[in-house]
């Protein structure tokens, strides 16, 4: 009887939990990342129905068939119920999966828009540098032997290439509401990861590789980027900012910076 009612305490303790709103997402600032809260929610829900179905039966169970001085019985068991419920299983886990898979594919497979922001992101121990290309729309070449942090170069901009004289390299990436944006991640050293919880991504930097990531923030306002990937001592200082900004406030920045850039 204690037993029973012990489980129904539980799993009653556990519900309530979930409903809390404070253990709940921050908002959701894109489409991407709503739709994942619709998964997330309707998994959440089915495995909820499943717990309470479960821990009912047990409760049920241990009350059921409780000491009650009675003479022992052994059970071998039911193959058939075994069998549908383990076919069960496997279908909702199977449906959940394949209704989860647009919404990954919707980000990591989705072809490039011809509107989109390009921007370039620079990982390394311990901090985050974003690249816009300059007036002419095009970004400049890059040389390793010129990275230079201190004198504001992280990325290595080749001096003697003109494209790259007006590009524009920033610590905090800003980008226009309802724009879609790409964003070519790299590192200079070791695996990084750039995460923005309001977008509802994360996407691993390996140094060696060009990653592109895709988003269309719609809700303006100033979000964390830390990096998620342990990579050193240093790794809790690497954060940075994202500042989703109305579009014309965004123009506004983006001829502020160029006019701050130093020209050969």
């Known amino acids: 009887m204690a037993i029973a009612i012990l489980i129904a305490a539980l799993a009653g303790a556990t519900l309530a939990l979930f409903f809390q709103p404070r253990w ?4 959701a600032i894109s489409a991407h990342a709503r ?7 309707l998994t959440l829900w089915v495995i909820g129905c499943i717990f309470v179905l479960a821990q009912g039966g047990l409760a049920w169970i241990a ?11 052994a059970n071998s068991g039911n193959n058939r119920l075994e069998i549908v419920w383990t076919v069960a299983t496997a279908a909702v886990f199977l449906a959940l999966a394949f209704a989860g898979q647009g919404i990954w594919a919707g980000v990591h497979l989705a072809v490039d828009d011809p509107r989109a922001l390009h921007v370039e992101v620079m990982a390394k121990q311990f901090a ?18 010129q990275i230079d942090d201190a004198g504001g170069n992280p990325f290595g901009i080749d001096s003697t290439d003109p494209k790259g004289a007006d590009d524009i390299t920033a ?17 200079r050293d070791v695996i990084h990861n750039f995460f923005v919880r309001e977008l509802r991504l994360k996407q691993d930097v390996v140094p060696g590789m060009t990653i592109p990531l895709r988003f269309t923030a719609d ?29 014309d406030a965004y123009e506004e920045w983006l001829q502020e910076a160029r006019q701050k850039v130093v020209l050969p």
Not at 35 to 41: N, W
Request: charged share 20%; aromatic share 12%; glycine share 10%.
């Open 63 to 73: 009350f059921r068939y409780r000491d009650q001085g009675q003479t022992p019985s």
């Open 24 to 27: 709940w997402f921050p908002d």
């Open 128 to 145: 985050w540098s974003y690249r816009y290309a300059g007036a002419d729309g095009v970004f400049g070449r890059v040389d390793i032997r």
């Open 219 to 247: 809700k303006p306002g100033t979000y964390e980027v830390p990096c998620s990937e342990l990579c050193g001592l240093g790794h809790h200082q690497m954060r940075s900012a994202l500042v989703v900004m109305p579009p």
């Open 35 to 41: 739709a994942y809260d619709s998964q997330f929610a």
């Open 171 to 187: 610590a905090i990436l800003r980008v226009p509401a309802g724009r879609p944006v790409e964003l070519r991640l790299k590192s």
